[in-house]
């Protein structure tokens, strides 16, 4: 069993930021690329940033710009800094952990922007 946590979510007006931290365990973080997904009610899981272990990133188009995906090694974590913050970025927003077939997931962190 691969443990990721999350933290940092919760309710936050239109136009404001959050920042979302994910742990890793350290043989996980030396070697998969991370990444933040979201679903939002009714909706399916989407992409919203990835970043692999040389610190290459991408970007959901409907986040480019407001959100920032970084990691960091000594504390294997890796955040999301989310800016400028709409209705439509509310959901449940997982860490995931990925190398070729092995994929984990964390528990979730809830994200509401309110107008």
């Known amino acids: 069993q691969v443990y990721l946590v999350e933290s940092g979510g919760g309710l936050v007006q239109t136009g404001g930021s959050l920042r979302l931290s994910c742990t890793a365990p350290r043989g996980i973080f030396s070697l998969y690329d991370m990444g933040w997904y979201r679903q939002a009610q009714g909706k399916q899981r989407e992409l919203v940033a990835t970043i692999t272990i040389t610190n290459n990133t991408n970007y959901a188009e409907s986040v480019k710009g407001r959100f920032t995906i970084s990691r960091d090694s000594n504390k294997r974590m890796v955040f999301l800094q989310m800016d400028s913050l709409t209705s439509e970025d509310t959901g449940v927003y997982y860490c995931?952990?990925?190398?070729?077939?092995?994929?984990?997931w964390g528990q979730g962190t809830q994200v509401t922007v309110s107008s």
């Open positions: 995931n952990a990925r190398f070729h077939d092995f994929s984990y």
